[in-house]
């Protein structure tokens, strides 16, 4: 049996200058892929120590690349060049496209845009790594919603060939088309998407740790869920996908799920997210999450 899906096919002109909001988790990640594949990137953050965590992650993965004999220390020193962290919107004006990859917090992204789109040129295209906001929503905060769409990555970015390409109600075949290129550009498997809460693999997603949740109510153990799961053939159960996810982003994930299904996705109890939120347990990135990190 041979299952077949459509493939976005459009034609654009690849991304020469890409550039990042955020050092985070994702936008170090993001600026990772894309200087290793060659298409040089600025990464912009709020301050130094930020800017510096999204660096230090580029430099770990690159380093990680040499250990393993897949570049050289010529080619690791190039691609770092590639990467230009910078804490003002200087040279944002050459870049073809920006990600936007700040916290997952409608007022903070609407406001940062807005901020974005008036210090790239016209015909640059804006694109939101937002894991669960409305595409449409965002694009309220812009004078040109067509040239702005979702680009949503996955955790850890550079293992996850999938990509997310949303579209919003105004966004024209030419965003999604440059869009579409320059994850095609970083390696990445773009899949062209409608716009709603949580778009495609978040709907799945969320169900399923409100399930995992609901398991912990009726007093399973996490490791054993988790373990259970992997031997279904998931490569990591949900506790520890949380952890790599990272608490405080699924738990806005989850708000956005619940304000936009309420009839499936609201929750009166608090469940495991919010209690782990509540207990400042973010996962791996502040090594302690379901587990201990070291
Ligand atoms: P993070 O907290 O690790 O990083 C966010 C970064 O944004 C921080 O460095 C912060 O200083 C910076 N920032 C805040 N305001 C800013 C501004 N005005 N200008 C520039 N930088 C600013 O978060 P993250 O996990 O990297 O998530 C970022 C986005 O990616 C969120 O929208 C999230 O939903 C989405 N996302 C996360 C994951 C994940 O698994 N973590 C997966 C897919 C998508």
Redesign the pocket.
């Known amino acids: 049996v041979k299952r077949v899906a459509k493939k976005y096919t459009a034609e654009a002109e690849p991304v020469k200058q890409a550039a990042v ?7 170090g990640g993001i600026a990772y892929q894309s200087a290793s594949r060659g298409t040089p990137i600025l990464m ?4 130094e120590p ?1 800017l510096q ?2 660096l230090d992650e580029a430099t770990k993965l690159l380093g990680g690349q040499l250990k393993r004999g897949r570049i050289d220390a010529a080619k690791m020193a190039k691609v770092i060049t590639q990467i230009t962290p910078t804490l003002s919107y200087g040279d944002f004006d050459r870049a073809d496209i920006v990600v936007e ?4 917090n409608v007022n ?2 609407k406001s ?1 845009l807005a901020d974005v789109e008036k210090n790239i040129s016209a015909d640059s295209v804006l694109a ?5 906001i409305s595409i449409t929503e965002l694009a309220t905060a812009l004078e040109r919603p067509e040239q702005f769409c979702g680009m ?4 850890p970015v550079h293992r996850m060939p999938l990509v997310e390409v949303i579209r919003g109600e105004k966004t024209s075949e030419a965003t999604i088309a440059r869009t579409v290129a320059y994850a095609q550009a970083m390696g990445k498997t773009p899949v062209v998407v409608n716009d709603c809460p949580g778009f495609l693999v978040n709907r799945v997603l969320f169900p399923y740790f409100g399930g995992f949740s609901g398991l912990l109510e009726s007093g399973a153990d996490f490791v054993k869920v988790d373990k259970v799961m992997e031997r279904f053939g998931w490569p990591m159960g949900p506790a520890y996908l949380l952890d ?3 608490i ?2 699924a738990y ?2 989850d708000a956005v799920m619940a304000e936009g299904f309420p009839d499936r996705m609201s929750h009166d109890n608090e469940n495991a997210i919010d209690r782990m939120f509540k207990l400042e347990r973010f996962g791996q ?1 502040n090594a302690k999450g379901f587990y201990r990190y070291e």
């Open positions: 909001l955020g050092a985070g988790i994702m936008g912009k953050d709020i301050n930020a965590l999204g990859a700040v916290v997952e903070v992204k940062v939101s790594n937002t894991s669960t949503h990555f996955f955790n790599v996810v990272g405080d982003t806005h994930a990135k």
